[in-house]
């Protein structure tokens, strides 16, 4: 298969398997179809690029599947818009290959995205150049202390999983803003959370098991 002219066929089809599997957003299926994953992956995996599996990217991390990919973005987004169509400020817990960062830039006016391992914050540099997006800014540093300077945010999205949600990401959340990430939950499985701050109010909704590496603390 070549992936380069029509890339865009096979995106097609993906967005509507992820369609198919009740992910409705206009605005998450349109970024879906516009990023191509494949240039995210290393060449002898682009081939795969487009399955709708989870494949690695280096240093034991791995590229999120593109289905939970859309469903967190799409539980980020919640509906809400700004008036010029996008969500506002966004920040993200690991980078990896910048895949998800590159979707985000396409649904929120920022996107702020932090990476603890150097090697994969310089790949994602790299391949997110050629999409040109000004809005997704790069960062090194532990995602668990947040990123102050961008806060308060919209929407806070993590890639990696822990045992509790970080003090500092309910902190930089704005009133209305809502964070979804991955959390060990009791019986040592993994399940997406919800979080929604209503001014001084903080509620948290358990939904379905996920997958994710850990989240750890400290650069490496
Ligand atoms: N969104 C990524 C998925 C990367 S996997 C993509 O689209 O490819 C999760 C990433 O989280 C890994 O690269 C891992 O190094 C990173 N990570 C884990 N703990 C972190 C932390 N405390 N701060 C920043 N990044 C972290």
Redesign the pocket.
Known sequence: MGLGMDSQAVRTRMVQKIAAQGIADPLVLGAIHTVQRHRFVDTALAIQAYEDTSLP?GLE????KPSVVARMIELLLGGRREANGRLGRVME????????AAVLGCVAAEVYS????RG?HDKARENLRPFRLPNVHLLLG???AGYAKGAPYAGIIA??GGEAMPQAWIDQLADGGRIIAPMHVPGGKQALIVVEKAGVQVKQTVLENVHF?P???GLA
């Open positions: 990217i991390q791995t590229i999120s817990i690991g980078t990896g290959c910048g895949y998800q932090i990476e603890r391992l994969l532990d995602g668990m890639a990696a590496v989240l750890k603390s």
